[in-house]
């Protein structure tokens, strides 16, 4: 009866005395009880299963169970005694039983409840977070159009070394989105550069540029960080070659008009070789004597010019637009046998003449354009004894760039100048003794 007494049964179902008026006598020719949990024989029925009270008995029914439900002892043989908890009103009997075998049937476990869980959401990402940004976006640009629209516009100088570092990348990737960009390509192209004759310092601005340019796609455009995958050269060391007084005017005394020039501007203004080919009338006043340009590095400079510049300016015409270096060309004779067919006036030409003039002259060393420009700087150092003048002359915005070409410019040190350290007041004293 699922863990419930009879009494308890009876007790709250209200039953009273007077709703059994036919005595409970026992039956002794009923069968033998049998266990309940042992299923009946296939075509018989047992009365324990027909009656509740007899179910209840089977299960168990303590003996304490109120005097009504008590079964009465019959003597003599007689029918089945009918149930105890028949009633005149059938209707209430049935209900009665249907109660007793609700009851005594198992409790069923309610099934375990399943409740669904909503699907999670991808979690919202912010731009700088991760290494490769969402692949719900659309169509993106490729390393090509990125790089030509930032570091390869007007304003690029052909020959900076970010604009040789961002033309190599995009012929290595410049198909591809940043977010596809690998260490095999980096290491690739970092291999080439290894393999190529470069000198070190080229090879050192590039890797530097390299670097560079990886961080700022890794910072904006959301590439992978590779910057690490280039290799990292050791600094190299400025050159230390200065032109001699006797080499120098060997060079001018066999130069042609426009190789003299060309070569003036380098040596005796310390202008770079590249600017010194494009200056012209423009760039020349006659009444200040002095050509006003602006350096590679976008900076304006004012110099004056010396005798020697003043007078091959001289033949030149003031009236046209065409450079100086440009006019002695055409005006000489341009077919000179250190000059050769040049058909086209640029600085790789000429500088490619300056090489046959000084294996004309038997130089023993290696001799370059701007180490004219290097010999003037220390020449106004060592004159001077002042920086800045160095700086002015060689326009740089940045000191360290004038240090650049003063590095191996180092001077010994004087006990002299020790001593005056330690003791001012004795130099003090030797000046006005003086």
């Known amino acids: 009866m699922g863990g419930i007494s009879a009494k308890r049964f009876v007790k709250n179902r209200m039953l009273s005395h007077a709703e059994y008026e036919r005595p409970v006598t026992e039956n002794t020719n009923h ?38 439900l008590k079964p009465q002892q019959q003597s003599g043989p007689g029918p089945h005694p009918a149930c105890p908890l028949v009633s005149r009103k059938e209707n209430h009997v049935r209900k009665i039983r249907q109660v007793l075998c609700r009851l005594a049937r198992p409790q069923r476990q309610a099934p375990t409840q399943i409740v669904p869980h909503p699907p999670r959401r991808p979690p919202v990402r912010s731009g700088t977070e991760g290494t490769h940004p969402p692949k719900t976006t659309g169509a993106r640009a490729t390393l090509a159009e990125i790089l030509c629209a930032s570091w390869l516009g007007p304003k690029a100088r052909p020959g900076d070394h970010t604009t040789q570092a961002a033309k190599a990348l995009i012929a290595e990737a410049g198909s591809i989105p940043p977010h ?57 060391r400025p050159r230390n070659v200065t032109v001699t007084d006797e080499e120098r005017s060997r060079l001018l005394a066999a130069a042609p008009p426009h190789l003299r020039l060309w070569l003036l501007l380098c040596s005796d203004l310390a202008i770079r070789s590249g600017t010194a080919i494009a200056l012209g009338p423009a760039h020349f006043d006659p009444a200040r004597r002095t050509l006003t340009f602006t350096t590679k590095c976008d ?5 004056p010019t010396t005798a020697a510049v003043e007078a091959l300016i001289s033949q030149c015409s003031l009236d046209t637009s065409t450079s ?34 000084c294996k004309s002259l038997n130089f023993t060393r290696r001799i370059v354009l ?23 002359l060689l326009g740089h915005k940045n000191l360290q760039s004038t240090f650049w070409y003063l590095d191996h410019d180092i001077r010994p040190l004087t006990r002299e100048t020790l001593e005056s350290i330690k003791r001012p007041f004795l130099v003090q004293q030797k000046e006005k003794s003086a």
């Open 31 to 68: 069968q033998p009880r049998r266990n309940p949990r042992q299923s009946p024989p296939r075509g018989a029925r047992s009365s324990v299963h027909r009656c509740p009270l007899r179910r209840l008995q089977s299960h168990g029914t303590p003996a304490s169970v109120h005097p009504a």
């Open 180 to 236: 596809k960009l690998s260490a095999a390509h980096i290491i690739e192209l970092d291999t080439a550069w290894r393999i190529q004759p470069l000198a070190a310092t080229t090879r050192w601005n590039r890797s530097k540029a390299l670097r560079q340019i990886l961080r700022w796609l890794w910072e904006v455009h959301g590439a992978p960080k590779l910057d690490q995958h280039v290799r990292r050269y050791t600094t190299p």
């Open 324 to 357: 100086f270096v440009r006019q002695l060309w055409q005006k000489n004779n341009h077919r000179n046998r250190f000059s050769g067919r040049l058909t086209t006036m640029c600085a790789p030409a000429l500088r490619i003449v300056f090489r046959k003039l």
């Open 370 to 392: 701007h180490d004219l420009r290097r010999t003037t700087a220390v020449a106004i150092y060592r004159r001077t004894g002042d920086v800045r003048d160095a700086q002015a």
């Open 299 to 303: 900076e304006h400079l004012t110099l």
